[in-house]
């Protein structure tokens, strides 16, 4: 409701530095209609007023091509294009890890390529202009999914074994999680697989998906199936199917994941990937008799 959306605008500016405190209503009122009322517009509309000491609230209500279709995408874009490069390689670092995380793991995500990044800096100035969450329990830090997908779409493609691109940053993100597993001997929970399990993701999405094959062989049997996590590991064996190379790897996936569908009673389709599994370790077999 528009009086709820001014309260809120009000309350984003509590020093008066934003001239949203002390704005006329009906400014107000005009942003709360052209936002729809939707408070992820309206932080965005303070955070672009504390990114920018030049800009006003007038001036941004002004701008019609903020405020067409997909008004939260539009005010995303321009907080985003408003930001400075250290705020945005932050941003795009808090994406890559779609998740809340320390900093850090930003660090180390970036190091490679920003050594002398200002990135606890460039966090505050981020958190203060409602552009990153943070908790200040656990000390981790989070996009809201908006943010999170306009970010990553900007990172970029350029091919390259050591180049700053999508691909690579996911590889460096997974190998974050390799560096903070558990000993074995602590694996009593799911939990306590959370970063084997984020490590699979990353993989995925770099496309690495031998890789990811490999981080399951460890936590399946023993623990994800021993602990009654049937979908979720058919889940995770689903997304490597007809993308492994390792013909060893794409026998074991097989195998594993017709098992996981035995357990759940999906028989037809357990004895079809078990025959799969056979008939590609039989080729296997072959080619080393040979």
């Not at 943070?134 to 809201?144: D, F, I, M």
């Not at 903070?180 to 399990?197: F, G, H, M, N, V």
């Not at 496309?207 to 889940?235: K, M, S, T």
């Not at 997304?239 to 190379?245: A, E, F, I, V």
């Amino acid at each position: 409701p528009e009086d709820d959306a001014i309260v809120l605008l009000r309350d984003l500016d509590p020093q008066g530095t934003l001239g949203l405190r002390d704005a006329p209503e009906k400014d107000l009122r005009r942003a709360a209609r052209l936002t729809g009322g939707i408070p992820r517009a309206l932080e965005i509309l303070a955070g672009i007023l504390h990114q920018d000491p030049t800009a006003s609230l007038p001036k941004l209500l002004a701008d019609e091509r903020l405020f067409s279709e997909e008004v939260e995408a539009q005010l995303v874009a321009e907080g985003y294009r408003r930001l400075g490069e250290d705020e945005r390689r932050v941003m795009e670092a808090l994406a890559v890890f779609d998740r809340p995380v320390g900093e850090t793991a930003i660090a180390y995500l970036l190091h490679p390529w920003f050594p002398g990044l200002g990135m606890r800096a460039g966090l505050r100035r981020l958190v203060s202009g409602y552009f990153v969450g943070a908790n200040r329990v656990t000390g981790e830090y989070s996009l809201h999914p908006l943010d999170r997908d306009y970010a990553y779409r900007q990172l970029p493609d350029d091919e390259g074994p050591d180049a700053y691109n999508r691909r690579n940053l996911e590889l460096r993100a997974a190998d974050f999680y390799v560096g903070i597993r558990k000993p074995e001997s602590e694996w009593k929970t799911i939990d306590d697989l959370a970063p084997q399990l984020a490590e699979f993701e990353h993989r995925v999405r770099a496309g690495d998906y031998d890789g990811a094959c490999r981080v399951l062989e460890p936590i399946d049997f023993d623990y994800l199936l021993l602990w009654g996590h049937y979908a979720r590991l058919v889940e995770l064996r689903e997304k490597l199917l007809g993308r492994l190379t390792d013909p060893g790897l794409q026998a074991i996936n097989l195998g594993n994941l017709g098992f996981a569908y035995r357990v759940l009673g999906q028989l037809e389709r357990a004895i079809k990937l078990c025959e799969e599994a056979l008939t590609i370790a039989r080729e296997i077999g072959n080619r080393r008799n040979e």
